[in-house]
């Protein structure tokens, strides 16, 4: 090796070499349905009316999240043009942030030592479920960065002083809690509690900068909620209520149901093959030889945040992101325990894993042909993953390196290159099944239909109003998705955006539709008592799921 793994440049090279692999084709395929579309969509209606206050979707106000991420959103549509890659670039950024961060947080855990910070970096930012949040723009890319900042700040003040670590500290949190609500106080939250229990740690004395942290705070992460409070009082139930206890407590208020083991399968499942060597590992460790500082981690920043997620009703993958940097210092701590002939077994297995899915990729092409798969995969798909299991072979074979460590390290960052390049062409290739809307954009285009009036029937589809450039009318005609949140709009224009087939009032407004010659977006047939409007059209086009008419 050309410097060991010591040194902090190896950190930087990880995190040029993943962002590199995140950034080519990035933009490749449109936004997906359903969050990134919302958040896509969003962030373009902001930018284009100016309105930074109040977010709109498809024309009729969004208060489902506060407003960061909107913003976030409209800042990359604006710096690097509204498309895709506007959209997803700062989300990757963020994620580069957290590998650094983890990094920060192993040097404070493992008492500066260096190589286990940056496998702690190197296995956070290689994790498939971070990868997934990287590429999927929704809140908790950026709620996870903010919560680690917080939480290294708080941290480091902790264990070296330093006043604008209590300042980042204070305002992460607020930043947190501007990006999703409260739901952002847990990760520093129970780092704070994980710190001081049962370890007789000194308390660093209250003084005028913890005041004015919380201060901060207030202006940070309140000054948005306050702002439309006073506005309108009833924000005040609808974010304390519905947004908070509702979330929580009940599952079909957002429509995110699952079973309450959905995330004790889905954790392991998607930081697989290290969510095996820590378990394998931990149950295999006395409990009283585990030194209470990594007891509280497993108890503070795993386990009892995964207990309050899983009893929520209200659940997505990506809501226990935070509890990952804590899986990944913990599986470092863990592995670095073993001799190297044990980590010589991990590495071997580890590889054949990455090895594994790798060459199920190669295989891919021919699956879709033989197998009733819904994917479409070119031939030339496969070169990507069969570079990579070369590379792994490769690496495995002729590498003499003699710690086994560097060579772990690098077998995995090598994996996650070659998933990275090897999906995305799969993800291009198969828009349509994986609820995207570019190619219904580019049909729309090449018959020379953007100037007529888009008609969607029963969904609701922002990814093709951010492909368009276009908010289409919402035909509502029972599914519970269009039920928009209308109570807060000051006036009745959003009624041109959303209409309700099942209302006889607004038939006036249909029919005038009708004879502007629209295009008519369907998924799926239409409900018999619907069908008398397709005399208004002439053509059609089946695309995917989806039926284009015009």
Not at 107 to 125: S, T
Not at 337 to 356: D, H, K, P, Q, S
Not at 519 to 543: C, D, I, N, S
Request: charged share 15%; with cysteine.
């Amino acid at each position: 090796m050309p410097f060991p793994m010591t040194s902090r440049r190896w950190l930087w090279i990880f995190v040029l070499v993943l962002g590199a692999a995140f950034l080519v084709q990035l933009g490749s395929w449109g936004p997906l349905e359903s969050s990134e579309a919302r958040y896509a969509e969003i962030g373009r209606e902001m930018l284009t009316g100016q309105d930074w206050l109040h977010p709109q979707l498809l024309g009729i106000y969004h208060f489902h999240k506060p407003p960061l991420t909107y913003w976030l959103t409209a800042a990359g549509l604006g710096l690097f043009g509204e498309n895709t890659l506007g959209v997803r670039l700062l989300p990757v950024l963020a994620v580069l942030l957290q590998v650094v961060l983890v990094y920060g947080l192993g040097l404070l855990l493992f008492r500066q030592d260096r190589a286990r910070a940056l496998a702690a970096a190197v296995i956070y930012g290689t994790l498939p479920v971070v990868l997934i949040s990287a590429l999927n723009v929704t809140t908790d890319a950026y709620l996870a960065t903010l919560e680690l900042a917080a939480a290294y700040g708080i941290l480091r003040y902790y264990h070296q002083g330093g006043t604008r670590w209590l300042y980042l500290f204070w305002v992460g949190l607020g930043l947190a809690f501007l990006t999703k609500g409260p739901v952002g106080f847990i990760l520093p939250l129970m780092v704070v509690i994980g710190h001081y229990f049962r370890q007789g740690q000194a308390k660093r004395p209250f003084t005028v900068h913890h005041a004015l942290g919380f201060g901060l705070f207030v202006v940070v992460g309140l000054s948005w909620y306050l702002y439309l409070m006073a506005e309108n009082p009833a924000f005040v139930r609808y974010f304390l209520v519905e947004h908070t206890v509702e979330r929580f407590a009940n599952a079909a208020t957002f429509n995110r149901a699952k079973p309450w083991w959905f995330y004790l399968v889905l954790a392991p499942a998607t930081s697989l093959p290290w969510a095996v060597a820590l378990v394998v590992r931990a149950v295999r460790t006395p409990w009283n030889s585990v030194p209470r500082e990594w007891r509280n981690v497993l108890i503070f920043w795993v386990l009892l945040p995964l207990l309050f997620f899983s009893l929520s009703k209200s659940k997505l993958l990506l809501y226990v992101l935070p509890i990952f940097p804590g899986v990944v210092l913990l599986t470092v701590y863990y592995l670095g325990r073993c001799t190297e002939a044990m980590l010589l077994r991990w590495y071997v297995g580890i590889v054949a894993f990455f090895g594994l899915l790798l060459g199920s990729l190669c295989l891919l092409p021919i699956l879709s042909t033989v197998l009733p798969l819904g994917l479409e995969v070119k031939p030339l798909t496969a070169a990507w993953p069969a570079a990579g299991v070369v590379a792994l072979v490769l690496t495995l074979t002729l590498w003499n390196q003699v710690r086994i460590a560097p060579r772990l390290l690098v077998a995995t960052t090598l994996f996650t290159v070659f998933l990275l390049l090897a999906a995305k062409p799969i993800m291009q290739q198969n828009e349509l099944n994986f609820n995207g809307s570019r190619p219904l954009a580019g049909f729309i285009r090449e018959q020379q239909l953007t100037g007529r009036p888009l008609l969607v029937y029963n969904e609701l589809l922002p990814s093709l109003a951010f492909e368009l450039g276009q908010i289409p009318v919402s035909l509502f005609d029972g599914n519970a998705s269009l039920q928009r949140e209308t109570q807060f709009q000051t006036n009745d224009a959003w009624r041109r955006q959303l209409l309700n087939l099942q209302d006889p009032q607004q038939e006036p407004a249909l029919g005038a539709l009708l004879l502007q010659r629209p295009v008519l977006l369907t998924k799926g047939e239409l409900l018999p008592e619907r069908r008398w409007m397709l005399r208004y059209f002439t053509h059609a086009q089946q695309l995917g799921k989806w039926t284009v008419r015009w």
